[in-house]
């Protein structure tokens, strides 16, 4: 893990890149930050964190780390001692953490509910939608710190992720008083309010040698809808809801998550 401290004082702000070593678009913002020197008016924590999948251009190399949270010293994988190590760090942080997915080419952020924290920050970036965490926390970097804004920003690999997570780093740090205040952004398509969706449940899938999805994410699954196929096997919506970081392959168990959607947020 690569921690390096910007600007004077005990630093109350964090920006992670790499929790997944396959998706470098967090890498590549904290890079360019760093490189850029920024004046902050906050000390920020900027941190790379699992170097070795990163190294190794894998998610991960024995557990997913954003299933190990909160960690253990005395861990049994190389993963579950860097939670801990991660843990101490932003423990009393305001944490931005940079993924990307397999699922969605836009921007959007994930957080634990909307409350006050969230409403400060959210306003500023420049997502598509908030999606509340709720119960679907085990493991993540949530058990941590609740003032924590997850965002996928792309597509995993992509330039357009690395571009967003730049952008997103940037508006992060203006919300939360590290940078200046730079013109408030737009989200995607120029609307003034961005939905916000609930995380209700996970979508499992059965073991297969080849998965399909035929629902988009954040577009409605009516009742009666196929939205995944695992081999010759169809899954059919039961109810309708609106599917969340839904990929094929994305995930090894389950093919994303169902949620409603609960309501709006002003920018
Ligand atoms: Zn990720």
Excluded: W
């Amino acid at each position: 893990m690569r921690v390096e401290t910007v600007g004077d004082g005990p630093a109350q702000i964090a920006v992670i890149g790499g929790i997944h070593g396959d998706e470098p678009c967090g890498v590549h913002a904290v890079e360019t930050l760093l490189e850029a020197e920024p004046d902050l008016e906050r000390a920020v924590k900027f941190i790379v964190a699992n170097e070795e999948a990163i190294e190794a251009d894998t998610r991960y190399v024995e557990e997913d780390l954003n299933r190990a949270f909160p960690g253990d010293p005395d861990g049994d994988t190389h993963e579950r001692r860097l939670a801990h190590r991660l843990s101490q760090e932003v423990a009393d942080c305001q944490i931005l953490a940079l993924h990307s997915t397999q699922s969605y080419g836009g921007k959007f952020a994930l957080v634990d509910r909307v409350h006050e924290f969230e409403r400060r920050v959210c306003p500023h970036l420049s997502v598509d939608a908030v999606v509340e965490t709720c119960d679907f926390k085990e493991g993540r970097l949530f058990e941590v710190s609740r003032r924590l804004v997850e965002v996928e920003c792309g597509y995993q690999r992509s330039e357009t992720a690395a571009e967003n997570a730049v952008d997103i780093t940037r508006e992060f740090l203006a919300a939360t008083g590290a940078l200046p205040e730079t013109v408030a952004p737009t989200a995607d398509g120029g609307t003034e309010e961005r939905p916000i969706y609930r995380l209700t449940e996970p979508m499992p899938k059965a073991a297969a040698d080849a998965y399909e999805v035929f629902a988009t994410n954040f577009a409605r699954v009516t009742a009666g809808q196929t939205y995944a196929a695992a081999d010759e096997r169809e899954y059919v919506a039961e109810e309708p809801f609106y599917p969340i970081l839904l990929s094929a392959y994305g995930y090894e168990d389950v093919f994303g998550y169902a949620a409603n959607r609960v309501g709006t947020m002003e920018m």
